[in-house]
């Protein structure tokens, strides 16, 4: 197809085939749950689905997506009606339709999608039917399984030498270990397990790199430890016997049945795609609308008090006609009195004109009321969407785990914003791996601990008036706050001293810090310091909030609170100093006067006693920024205050005074102010003037916070702002940074890194060359010239690798220069050390 149309047609193709892969992701799940009348039906509308999605493939020329289909479909069409399929086709098919989601990324991307490891796919799938996928499988010898686990186990052996300290032999070791790795993926080779193969030659490569001690050998390291564990998945799924063939059935026809053809047809006549742009577009005029309305009213508002001092001056006018008439005044009095009916006629036009603006402005302002709440259900959809593939992720990791574990998903039909769903999609998959990996125990330590074999992870979506929680919870082992406090102690957040000051709760919260893992050793799954942290800041980010709680040897509870529609809020507007800012009023619970008796302090924190609860006490100016302002309170007077409270969290601000309330609309304020984390956007009032929305999640977060976490994560982590255009670098060198103890913020170019430098303090900065606006060379000149910023070293991380070019960039200004393929092999964090030796 010309590539053309295939750009043009892509973004329809795209949304609808995510549809078609959830939908039979979740089939495929459902046949073996459901009774055998159940399953018959599902796998009948699976086949159709599947069908589908090979035309649509077909008909835009896309070979590996409709051959892969096609391998899916020949598949389904020998399972027995009314038969659960054997679990080795379930599993291939999921990886399958995981590749293709992996392909329509590309697409995204512009590339052209390919599915990655096709072959392999194929031969899962088996083609001509799953049986002889298995029949394949159990081909593999016995002895084969048993040599490859130890010879495993002499390569995990050979790591822990490696990494332990003093080696002498160190050549002579890490030859060793290539050798067992190439006589295991020799073997496999000769066996025919790609699988086995491709990850022995990635052990291998990765031994190869360990010659040379050092931040290198650490990074390969925790590359082998990874391949290792999926090494021994691959190999310990390898089947000893012939498992026992499924009964076949006659494949059905491909032509769908005129009926159902029918239905779908009907389906699309009554339901359209529309683009979210397009959504946005219409978002953005009914909101102006609505605010034209709320002017037209305040101006209505100032035409009555014209009309109420017409009318006085009227009266007045009558009054000096009066009087004159009792003077003899004649002609002048004639004139007067002629005068004053004119006005007074102009007068009675002007109050029928006003009824008539009246009336028509309400049936304005109902409509628009009416296209706003229709265009707020258009961007509203069912939680299901994010819950679905929650299932094929519980299913797949713990089976690789070995735990057995049920997923419950509740709340699916709820809905939320669009813009929630997809936000949310990953945070959400991070707590439920969470909870799959730390969590819920084993099969025999939950017998032991007097359990159900089967561990029990809820995920459930529950509407709270204007807003939603979305929680996590699972019947495992429970947080742990000693151990979570240990950790922190050994990796460096805080003293021994500063941790044992913290409650039990504060504790527990440490676990949403960046680069925070209870595990002390990198695996598939964890270890890595990257997750929860992520949870807070994007539900942050959506005007939310996280909850966490816990019960020792039975379970913990991940809470997120968020609002159910991001944009248009009732919002109450308050003063603080000469500033007006605006606050969802759904955070606040309610507005009080205090006395001086009422607030004072509590080892050594400002508390506010509010219903004989202490809560903590703080004045707004300085949570938002502002300098610290005399408070009524300290002078004896009564202080007008408002008590904040969202995911179980409450805390009192001081203010001036309330201004007033209102239907506020949130816009953003671009990604120049995204890290100034107190402020949510910004708003028009109908006045036309604008204030600033603050983000109450995160006023909250900082009031609740310990102080001394909170000097201490600040003091002892350096901060390195990472800059780069293309998404996936920014967040890999951030996660290395990150997992080294670094606390890094990102940019996207040059002129958001220079924005970001001039608000937060960073000792640090790495930068791409070729970047949109202002590229590497350009950053680094203009942090050079800057008074206030010179002092910062930078380093240009970039694929230029010639002498010209690295030349250049030192002329520049930069501390150091690497290309990008030398990041992996631990020179970027050799770098960093250099020049912040006295960091983390």
């Known amino acids: 197809m010309d590539p053309r149309v295939l750009r043009s047609l892509w973004p329809i193709f795209a949304a609808e085939t ?33 069908h589908s999605l090979k035309g649509s493939a077909a008909s835009l020329g896309l070979a590996d997506i409709e051959q892969l289909v096609h391998a899916m479909e020949d598949a389904l069409a020998r399972c027995a009606p009314g038969h659960v399929p054997p679990p080795g086709l379930v599993e291939a098919t999921l990886r399958s339709l995981s590749a293709m989601e992996a392909a329509l990324n590309q697409g995204d991307s512009g590339e052209m999608p390919a599915i990655d490891g096709l072959a392999s796919l194929l031969s899962a799938l088996g083609r001509g039917g799953f049986e002889q996928a298995t029949e394949v499988k159990a081909k593999v010898p016995a002895q084969f399984r048993r040599d490859g686990l130890q010879t495993l186990e002499k390569l995990e052996a050979s790591l822990g030498r490696l990494c332990s300290p003093g080696l002498e032999d160190r050549p002579g070791a890490v030859w060793e270990a290539v050798g067992l790795a190439e006589l295991l993926k020799a073997a496999a080779n000769t066996a025919g397990i790609s699988a086995v ?74 339901a359209v795609r529309v683009s979210v742009r397009t959504l946005d577009s219409l978002a953005l005029q009914v909101e102006q609308l609505a605010a034209g309305r709320a002017q037209q009213l305040r101006r209505a508002e100032a035409h009555r008090e014209l009309l109420e001092q017409t009318n006085q001056a009227l009266l007045q006018l009558e009054r000096a006609a009066q009087q004159l008439a009792l003077s003899g005044g004649g002609g002048a009095l004639e004139a007067l009195r002629a005068g004053v009916g004119q006005v007074r006629g102009v007068q009675k036009r002007l109050v029928q004109l006003s009824k008539d603006v009246h009336r028509e402005g309400e049936q304005l302002a109902l409509v628009a009321q009416v296209v706003r709440d229709d265009l707020r259900d258009l961007r509203m959809v069912p939680a299901s969407q994010m819950l679905e593939p929650l299932k094929r992720t519980v299913r797949e990791l713990a089976a690789r785990l070995g735990k057995d574990v049920e997923l419950v998903l509740a709340g699916g039909d709820v809905r939320i914003d669009r813009r929630i769903v997809d936000v949310l999609k990953d945070p959400l998959l991070h707590l439920v791996r969470n909870a799959l990996d730390h969590g819920i125990e084993t099969t025999a330590q939950r017998v032991t601990a007097g359990k159900l074999q089967r561990g029990q992870l809820t995920v459930r979506v529950e509407p709270r008036g204007t807003r939603l929680a979305v929680v996590v919870e699972d019947d495992g082992a429970g947080l742990s706050p000693e151990n979570v406090r240990a950790t922190a102690v050994r990796r460096g957040l805080l003293t021994e001293a500063e941790a044992a000051k913290l409650t039990e709760l504060q504790a527990a919260r440490l676990v949403f810090e960046p680069g925070f893992s209870t595990r ?15 949870v807070q800041s994007t539900a942050t980010r959506l005007q939310g909030a996280v909850d966490l709680s816990y019960e020792k040897g039975q379970g913990t509870r991940f809470t997120i609170d968020l609002p159910l529609i991001l944009a248009g809020a009732l919002g ?68 007008t205050a408002m008590v904040l409270a969202l995911g179980g969290v409450r805390a009192v601000f001081a203010m001036d005074a309330v201004v007033g309330q209102q239907e506020i609309v949130v816009r953003s304020l671009g990604r120049h102010l995204q890290t100034v984390s107190h402020l949510a956007g910004a708003a028009v009032l109908d006045d036309g ?99 206030k910023l010179s002092h910062i070293p930078v380093i240009l991380c970039t694929s230029l690798d010639s002498p010209q070019e690295r030349a250049a960039g030192l002329d520049a200004g930069a501390d150091g220069y690497l290309v990008k393929r030398e990041v992996e092999r631990g020179k970027l964090l050799d770098l960093v050390r250099q020049l912040l030796p006295s960091s983390a």
């Open 197 to 270: 193969e491709s990850l022995a030659s990635s052990v291998r490569a990765g031994f190869a790199r360990m010659e040379e001690a050092g931040v290198g050998a650490s990074v390969a390291a925790s590359d082998i430890a990874g391949a290792l564990v999926q090494l021994r998945g691959a190999l310990e799924s390898l089947a000893e016997e012939t498992p026992a063939e499924p009964a076949a059935a006659p494949a059905e026809p491909e032509v769908m049945a005129r009926s159902a053809g029918g239905r779908r047809q009907q389906d699309m006549d009554r």
């Open 689 to 787: 003037s604008v204030v600033p929305v603050l983000n109450a999640p995160e006023l909250l977060r900082v009031a609740a916070a310990p102080v001394v976490l909170r000097a201490a994560t600040e003091v002892r982590r350096s901060h390195i702002l990472v800059c780069d255009d293309a998404l996936t670098t920014r967040f890999a060198i951030k996660s290395l940074l990150e997992i080294a103890g670094y606390s890094v913020v990102t940019a996207g170019d040059g002129e958001e890194a220079l924005g970001i430098l001039e608000r937060t303090p960073c000792q640090l900065v790495v930068s791409d060359w070729q970047m949109p606006r202002l590229d590497g060379i350009g950053l680094t000149r203009r942090i050079r010239a800057h008074p």
């Open 520 to 534: 002390d050793q990198v695996t598939e799954t964890s270890g890595r310091g990257v997750g929860l942290d992520v």
């Open 572 to 639: 109450l507007l308050v003063r603080t100093g000469t500033a007006v800012v605006a606050i969802p009023s759904d955070a606040v619970e309610r507005v009080l006067r205090l006395s001086p008796g009422d607030v004072g302090t509590v080892a050594g924190h400002v508390v506010a006693r509010v219903e004989d609860e202490q809560l903590p006490f703080h004045p707004l100016s300085t949570s938002i920024g502002q300098p610290r302002l005399p408070l009524a309170i300290e002078s004896g007077k009564h202080q």
């Open 18 to 50: 995510r549809e078609q892969l959830q939908t039979i992701g979740t089939a495929v799940l459902g046949l073996e749950q459901g009774t055998a009348e159940q399953a018959a039906e599902q796998l009948t509308a699976l086949k159709r689905e599947v």
